[in-house]
């Protein structure tokens, strides 16, 4: 049954979610999730995106496995022991050892991939990345509607050649996100953004924050 969250509600609440409890998550909520992610519009509606669900336990291991090694290293060891971080940076390499350190309670990984590649121009790197985004929001959203917290992740890409062999991903595709599903240990409420005057310009950059009248 599906949560009666407005689009608003699962949109403000919708929160990275690091510490995942290992229950499992029914199929056909999994399968409602991607299917929500699938609605998303794509270039010339090619839908150029396929999602690979990990739920056997011994293949999200393997995943993990890899995902902490990573972790460790580009993190623990490298950014957090630096002593170059600021208060802020700290605090955000922190938050991300949290899933480096408990991916394999996650129940369910989901991995989004594109066919095909980048090409070589701005606009076909723009058009091909810029195509599966959307559905990833989707899917995270659909997921936050059914009470299912997840986070996206791209850490896994320092060694995506290993998680390809892992996973029987073909040379053709690219893994762009890793998104760990559970029902979270953490609450739900509305993230720390900036107000929306910091980051918005009207008609010109940099020009005076004024609304329109209308």
């Known amino acids: 049954?599906?949560?009666?969250?407005s689009v608003y509600e699962a949109i403000y609440s919708l929160r990275a979610m690091?510490?995942?409890?290992?229950?499992?998550?029914?199929?056909?909520?999994?399968?409602?999730?991607?299917?929500?992610?699938?609605m998303a519009c794509s270039p010339g509606n090619s839908q150029p995106w396929t999602f690979l669900f990990i739920v056997d336990q011994a293949q999200r291991k393997r995943i993990a496995d890899i995902y902490r090694a990573i972790g460790n290293k580009v993190i623990k060891d490298q950014a957090l022991a630096s002593g170059l971080l600021d208060k802020a940076?700290?605090?955000?390499?922190k938050d991300a050892m949290i899933l480096v350190e408990n991916l394999q309670d996650a129940?369910?990984?989901?991995?989004?991939?594109?066919?095909g590649n980048a090409g070589d121009s701005g606009i076909q790197q723009s058009t091909y990345y810029g195509s599966?985004?959307?559905?990833?929001?989707?899917?995270?959203l659909a997921a936050r509607a059914k009470g299912i917290g997840s986070t996206m992740t791209t850490l896994?890409?320092?060694?995506?050649?290993?998680?390809?062999?892992?996973?029987d991903i073909p040379d053709s595709v690219e893994t762009i996100a890793l998104i760990p599903l559970?029902?979270?240990?953490?609450?739900?409420?509305?993230?720390?953004?900036?107000?929306?005057?910091?980051?918005?310009?009207?008609?010109?950059w940099g020009g005076a924050n004024k609304e329109p009248i209308n």
């Open 1 to 5: 049954m599906v949560s009666e969250l």
């Open 18 to 38: 690091r510490r995942l409890k290992p229950d499992p998550i029914p199929v056909a909520d999994l399968i409602s999730i991607v299917e929500a992610a699938t």
């Open 89 to 93: 940076m700290t605090k955000v390499y």
């Open 107 to 115: 129940p369910a990984l989901i991995m989004c991939c594109l066919n």
């Open 132 to 140: 599966i985004y959307p559905a990833i929001q989707n899917l995270m």
């Open 156 to 167: 896994h890409k320092a060694r995506e050649l290993d998680i390809k062999i892992i996973l």
């Open 182 to 204: 559970g029902y979270p240990h953490g609450q739900w409420g509305r993230p720390k953004r900036k107000p929306v005057h910091e980051v918005t310009y009207w008609n010109t």
